[in-house]
């Protein structure tokens, strides 16, 4: 049986969120998907999995409610086990920037849109711009755009921390990139409203950008927050480069795990010679590497 998830997000008015919520959960039970779905005032950000046959039947479900007009459906190859189980719930944002007060509105104001395909010209071209990646560390530590900036954010809540590092591109062209686009719409809103002249974003995200142009200019695999952990897109092609490297070590590796300090739980690519001999969680490098002695006395 072939299984095929589907990821999407529309920033768009929803008058009731809870209401939303129930119709949701209500179609994805009736279609056996399981995934993760957010619903909030300012649009529905989402993730699911089922056979190809039920997807296809959730976008023509779907498309019935002018919520979902504008959604552009990324499908990929499923497993049948991406997921555990079906979560569907109202949030106050669909993706987090841990902006407060100061969060920003898509429908308002966010970076101008530049396609897969403009942005493989530019990078062909004399143009000068920067790639700025803003997706999470450990994200970009298994694939990454050639010379792009990596910002030190252990997570999307953490954006407004990621100023500093950027401040050299203040007066620069950006383009900034994630995985499917809805980081980028906050993101891009975030640095125009402190003060950065001309900002763009790759529109439908990196995984548009990786089936129309595999292995070019994006190297390494795709992370994504399902049970695949990386995107199955371009690792059987040709020209294929594996860019992570094991934390502990430094070998090639894309084997991710998290880390064994409860305090810490960073997820750390960790090859499979670096694991416990005895099957438990290894110990990050960065923060934790003491406690390895510590365990072993």
Not at 158 to 178: G, I, M, N, W, Y
Not at 224 to 245: A, C, K, S
Request: charged content about 25%; hydrophobic content about 35%; glycine content about 8%.
């Amino acid at each position: 049986m072939a299984y095929q998830i589907l990821l999407y997000y529309t920033y768009t008015r929803v008058a009731d969120p809870a209401y939303e919520v129930e119709r949701q959960r209500a179609i994805c039970q009736c279609l056996n998907l399981k995934g993760r779905i957010l619903i909030a005032e300012e649009g529905v950000n989402g993730t699911v999995e089922g056979t190809v046959e039920d997807t296809e039947t959730f976008i023509q479900a779907c498309a019935l409610d002018p919520i979902y007009e504008d959604v552009v459906w990324k499908r990929s190859e499923g497993t049948g086990d991406a997921f555990p189980k079906l979560m569907v719930k109202a949030r106050k944002e669909i993706v987090t920037g841990g902006l407060g007060d100061r969060d920003v509105d898509p429908h308002r104001m966010t970076g101008q849109r530049l396609s897969a395909e403009e942005l493989h010209d530019w990078i062909r071209s004399d143009r000068e711009f920067t790639i700025v990646d803003m997706r999470n560390d450990f994200e970009h530590a298994v694939g990454r755009f050639e010379g792009s900036v990596l910002p030190p954010m252990g997570n999307f809540r953490d954006l407004a921390s990621t100023l500093p590092a950027l401040e050299h591109l203040r007066d620069k062209t950006v383009v900034t990139v994630c995985t499917g686009g809805v980081r980028c719409e906050k993101a891009t809103g975030f640095l125009l409203e402190n003060g950065f002249a001309d900002v763009y974003q790759l529109q439908d995200g990196i995984v548009s950008y990786m089936e129309k142009y595999p292995n070019q200019d994006f190297k390494g695999a795709l992370y994504v927050f399902d049970g695949r952990i990386t995107m199955p897109l371009n690792q059987h092609l040709p020209g294929y480069e594996m860019v992570g490297r094991c934390e502990l070590c430094g070998s090639p590796s894309e084997h991710f795990e998290n880390c064994a300090n409860d305090a810490c739980r960073r997820h750390i690519i960790c090859c499979e010679s670096c694991l416990p001999v005895d099957g438990s969680e290894p110990f990050c490098e960065r923060e934790c590497a003491h406690l390895r002695h510590v365990v072993m006395v």
